[in-house]
Each structure stands twice: as C-alpha cells, then as structure tokens.
C-alpha cells in the first residue's frame, strides 16, 4: 500500500544530516535522518508527527512542526515557547524591582498595546502583576515570607 504524502521542504544541518517536512493526510512529520531514495517507511531514522483532524488543529500542527524543523536544522535558533519563557522572567524581575518604573518602560520604550500587555499579565490592575511575589506557589513551594507575615514585627504587648 502506497501511502500519500508531500514532501514541502528537505533541509540540511550543520554536519550534513537531512531533515524534511512532511505533510500526510492527518499529520506533519519532521523526518530526522532523511533520505529520500528510500520506499516509503525507511526514508527517515525517526520523526517527530503532528497530528491533526481539522484545519484548525491543521494550522497548529504545522506550527509545531516548523519549530521542531528549525530547532533541528539551526543550532543557534531559540524556540518561541523559550522567548516566551523568558520574556516572562524579564517582565517578571523589572516589576519586582521596580513596578513603577517598570509600567513605564512597557508602556514608553516597549510600546506595548494592551492586548501584549494582558498576554503578559502586566496591566496596572493585573492580579498576577500585583500578587505573584506573594505567592508561595509561584516561588516553586518555598515561603518567601511574604504569604503569611512571617517576617512581620510584632509587637509585644506591655
């Protein structure tokens, strides 16, 4: 049985090694190791597949497959979910500096409109901006002393 596919790219990295992109009825496929000479089944040393059953997920898959393809094929190329990362780790280290100056600098040297600002979490009345360093949650379980007053000052009564 012959199974229907479209080859859209075949791309080299740095040491020779071929990759291609893969279209079938129902996935994307980053073929690692690929060799186009091959019968169908043998063409690639493995894949990474990206499934989809409607034009939606379609768009999706694709996505994902052209970040794997680049991820393999460029070894100097950073992935978006790590640009996200760590955009969110900037922002995040800015308002606890400094909240004030830190909405500045979104809103004057950034220019951020406010959908990318609510993407972020940073509107001037975002609970996340105005709560997340006061979460023992967000600082991965430990207590930061900031959650339940532990290092308040109390005074003894006389």
């Known amino acids: 049985m012959k199974e229907n596919h479209r080859e859209i790219l075949v791309v080299s990295n740095t040491k020779g090694k071929k990759f291609s992109l893969i279209e079938t009825s129902d996935n994307y496929i980053v073929a690692c190791g690929y060799d186009s000479s091959?019968?169908?089944?043998?063409?690639?040393?493995?894949?990474?597949y990206y499934m989809f059953s409607n034009d939606k997920e379609k768009l999706v898959a694709l996505n994902k497959a052209t970040e794997k393809l680049f991820e393999k094929v460029n070894k100097n190329y950073i992935s978006r979910t790590r640009l996200?990362?760590?955009?969110?780790?900037?922002?995040?280290?800015?308002?606890?500096?400094d909240r004030e100056n830190a909405f500045e600098f979104f809103e004057n040297c950034c220019e951020m409109t406010d959908k990318e600002k609510e993407w972020f979490?940073?509107?001037?009345?975002?609970p996340i901006a105005n709560t997340k360093f006061e979460n023992p949650m967000y600082n991965k379980g430990y207590d930061d002393g900031f959650s339940d007053g532990a290092n308040s000052i109390e005074s003894e009564k006389e």
């Open 38 to 48: 091959q019968r169908w089944g043998r063409q690639w040393e493995y894949g990474v």
């Open 121 to 126: 979490g940073i509107e001037e009345d975002s």
């Open 84 to 97: 996200e990362e760590l955009a969110t780790l900037f922002k995040d280290g800015l308002i606890s500096d």
